[in-house]
Every structure is written in C-alpha cells, then in structure tokens.
C-alpha cells in the first residue's frame, strides 16, 4: 500500500514530468510529537495516582521495567538534563494542593511551566543544542 508521500510524489511526477521530494515539516511534528508523549505520560501517572488513592492499587511494582525503558528512550531522545526537566515535569510539578510548582534552576531562577507545550519550550530554550 502506498503512503500519502508516495502519491503526492507519483501526482507532482505526472504533473511535472519530474521527481520531487516530499519532507515532512521537522519542526512542527518534533513538537507536536514530544507534547504527545509527554501529555500520555502524564495522564498515564496522574491514572497511577488516582488508583492508588481510590483503591489503594499501587502499580509501581508492575510497571517498573515499562518506565525503565521509557525513561531510556526519553534519554537517549532529549538529552539527560532535559529528561531531568521531563520527570520533574510528570512526577514534581504539582504540590500537595494541586497547585503548579515553578521550576526553579540551580541559580534560584523560578519558570511556571503548565503544560507540555511549555515544557517543550523551555526544554528548547534552556539546551537548544540537544
């Protein structure tokens, strides 16, 4: 079966009468990507929290080497100091009454980072090498 890459380049081949190449916008799906990821992530942990609050079910015994290869993966994608901010993102941001936490730095800088849109940003922003 042919993707839709292969049809728009075989329709600009017959329009055109030569081949083209098709590249998907990097930027835009990085982002949209890692904001996917990130988001079902979080989901994934805030379910976690509420089974366990609800029916006192911890399942961070039985989902240990899921996170171990997902924690990996984010390395190896975003870099250990990212991944850092990742975690503190999933697991830290919130305080005990719900509120958003800033991140704060190591110089004492504070970022409120809500969503997985701002953390993409400030990732970008703070490593634009990685």
């Not at 990085?30 to 609800?54: G, P, T, V």
């Not at 100091?81 to 719900?98: E, H, K, S, T, V």
């Amino acid at each position: 079966m042919k993707d839709t890459h292969d049809g728009l380049r075989d329709l600009f081949k017959h329009i055109l009468g030569s081949d083209v190449s098709i590249k998907d916008n990097i930027k835009s799906s990085e982002k949209a990507f890692f904001c996917l990821i990130i988001s079902k992530l979080d989901e994934a942990h805030k379910n976690d929290e509420r089974l366990f609050e609800l029916a006192g079910i911890d399942l961070t015994k039985p989902q240990n080497n899921l996170w171990v290869v997902i924690e990996a993966l984010l390395k190896l994608t975003y870099g250990v100091y990212a991944f850092d901010l990742i975690m503190w993102y999933i697991l830290d941001r919130f305080n005990p009454d719900g509120k958003v936490v800033p991140f704060e730095d190591e110089k004492g800088n504070k970022t409120s980072v809500v969503t997985a849109t701002d953390l993409y940003n400030f990732i970008k922003h703070r490593f634009p090498a990685e």
